[in-house]
């Protein structure tokens, strides 16, 4: 959690943000017009230190998670998109990405729980994390074994439907920030200020996403402070987004 810290002040003015991430059928719509780029089908993510044969196993495999695969998903969170997708879908539908600031305050509310939904440990009724079926299905496809958020299955290998973790419901209702996709944001990555952290020469082109996705393993993942950097052009499986936009007048 290095890059979430030191804790400091943030400003939000009031906002809207969607109850749910962005589902399939949602993002469909807007593809289907011609008014979007239509999602993936491939999950790619940047190379980093993996050697490249695992790093390609690990795509192909994961690829077959991406929901623009199927017709049956239809209220799925949409994944395998790029930044640039989520942004223009958000601008289409008359807001934006939320910035990192106000996702963070939707995860946290204001009332200093340790959770999106209160400070019970994370379980499948608080969100989508990794559990056995997900750690099985690595086996089957000869990836690295993997560690396990709780031991009961929550019958999704992937994604699922939007909501489906009813205990998660976050203290203004909003549901799935923690687990099921991390979240596109509109800020690129930074350190925060006082971090003692060298420059990025690759920052401008990073993006930050936010609330843990359905291969979490940790209960860190499920922490609203939690903060990563990706590479704005990636389109991997386990990203989605929701919208924000300015109150209405």
């Known amino acids: 959690l290095g890059a979430a810290r030191p804790a400091h002040p943030a400003e939000v003015t ?3 943000i969607d109850v749910h991430e962005v589902t399939v059928a949602q993002y469909r719509g807007c593809s289907t017009k011609g008014e979007c780029k239509r999602a993936f089908r491939d999950s790619r993510w940047p190379q980093g230190s993996t050697d490249a044969g695992a790093w390609k196993q690990q795509m192909a495999a994961h690829s077959e998670l991406c929901n623009e695969n199927y017709d049956d998903r239809d209220n799925h969170p949409i994944n395998c998109i790029d930044w640039a997708q989520a942004q223009h879908f958000c601008e289409w539908r008359g807001g934006a990405l939320p910035s990192e600031a106000q ?3 939707a995860a946290r509310g ?4 340790v959770y999106s939904w209160g400070d019970a440990l994370p379980s499948r009724e608080h969100m989508n994390g990794a559990g ?7 086996e089957r496809k000869g990836l690295p074994a993997h560690g396990v958020l709780y031991d009961t299955d929550d019958g999704f290998i992937g994604t699922a439907p939007v909501g489906s973790a009813e205990l998660g419901r976050s203290q203004q209702g909003l549901f799935d920030l923690a687990g099921n996709v991390f979240e596109w944001t509109a800020d690129a990555y930074a350190p925060y200020p006082g971090a003692d952290a060298p420059a990025d020469a690759d920052a401008g082109k990073r993006r930050v996403i936010r609330g843990g996705a359905f291969n979490s393993f940790q209960p860190q993942f499920a922490d609203p402070a939690l903060r990563f950097p990706q590479d704005e052009e990636a389109h991997a499986h386990g990203i989605g987004f929701r919208c924000a936009a300015a109150p209405r007048a």
């Open 14 to 16: 009031p906002f809207c």
């Open 103 to 105: 996702w963070e305050f």
């Open 110 to 113: 204001s009332d200093g729980r």
């Open 132 to 138: 056995p079926e997900y750690v099985a299905w690595r």
